[in-house]
């Protein structure tokens, strides 16, 4: 079972939008950081958006004001919208949490697959 699947990305032309979804499965009992990360080739791996189990947000300067990050705690899902999309922000979007399942004492992280997201100018 994998623990953390992504959907949304896709292909879509600059100053568009699009919502990530990121769900979690297992016996989970809380969830505290879930956030978004992205990796275009060649480059480091980044923080875009991040949200803690109170609600919480941090997002990198590069995105603030255009990207939103939210999470349904009763769905186990964190959401990124992305509005206002520039050709920079195209990169492998991945997903991450710190999830604590039952029979743990302590949270594990778990990363998504990852989807690709491309911006055309």
């Known amino acids: 079972q994998v623990p953390l699947v992504e959907s949304g990305g896709g292909l879509v032309q600059a100053g568009g939008s699009l919502r990530l979804s990121c769900a979690a499965s297992g016996r989970i009992l809380s969830i505290n950081a879930m956030a978004w990360y992205r990796q275009a080739p060649g480059k480091q791996r980044e923080c875009v958006a991040r949200?803690?189990?109170?609600?919480?947000?941090n997002y990198a300067d590069s995105v603030k004001g255009r990207f939103a990050i939210s999470r349904d705690n009763a769905k186990n899902t964190v959401y990124l919208q992305m509005n206002s999309l520039k050709p920079e922000d195209t990169a492998n979007y991945l997903c991450?949490?710190?999830?604590?399942?039952?029979?743990?004492?302590?949270?594990?992280?778990?990363w998504g697959q990852g989807t690709q997201v491309t911006v055309s100018s």
């Open positions: 949200i803690i189990e109170g609600g919480g947000t």
């Open positions: 991450y949490a710190a999830i604590l399942y039952s029979g743990y004492s302590y949270p594990t992280s778990h």
